[in-house]
Nanobody, 124 residues
Framework: QVQLVESGGGLVQTGGSLRLTCVAS????????MGWFRQAAGKEREFVAT????????YYTDSVKGRFTVSRDNAKNTVYLQMNSLKPEDTGVYYC?????????????????WGQGTQVTVSS
């Protein structure tokens, strides 16, 4: 069983940047599809970005395209989410997730393991 731990969240002003880190343990995740989701208070968890295993194919939700970048460092068993030009509507708890299959996905149900989340707050 793989375990995921997110970090890097915090409070930032509009227009600022944060880099979220998701460190995996227990198994090598190089072949797994990995995803980032977020959940704002009172709202459902929503897809943010995904990166395929064994490659660099990525997909993003429309609202973060051009501002967020998902990447992975397989040597470190780590996935990143670089977030630039942050907006108040980006506020929420950000979760990292692993799909044991190699494909990335925007669907919550595709993922097998989830981290505990890290809070991102963007002030206006």
């Amino acid at each position: 069983q793989v375990q995921l731990v997110e970090s890097g969240g915090g409070l930032v002003q509009t227009g600022g940047s944060l880099r979220l880190t998701c460190v995996a343990s227990g198994r090598t995740i190089s072949s797994y599809g990995m995803g980032w989701f977020r959940q704002a208070a009172g709202k459902e968890r929503e897809f943010v970005a995904t990166i395929y295993g064994r490659g660099t194919t990525t997909y993003y939700t429309d609202s973060v395209k051009g501002r967020f970048t998902v990447s992975r460092d397989n040597a470190k068993n780590t996935v990143y989410l670089q977030m630039n030009s942050l907006k108040p509507e980006d506020t929420g708890v950000y979760y990292c997730a692993a799909n044991y299959a190699s494909y990335g996905s925007s669907l919550y149900r595709s993922y097998d393991v989830w981290g505990q989340g890290t809070q991102v707050t963007v002030s206006s």
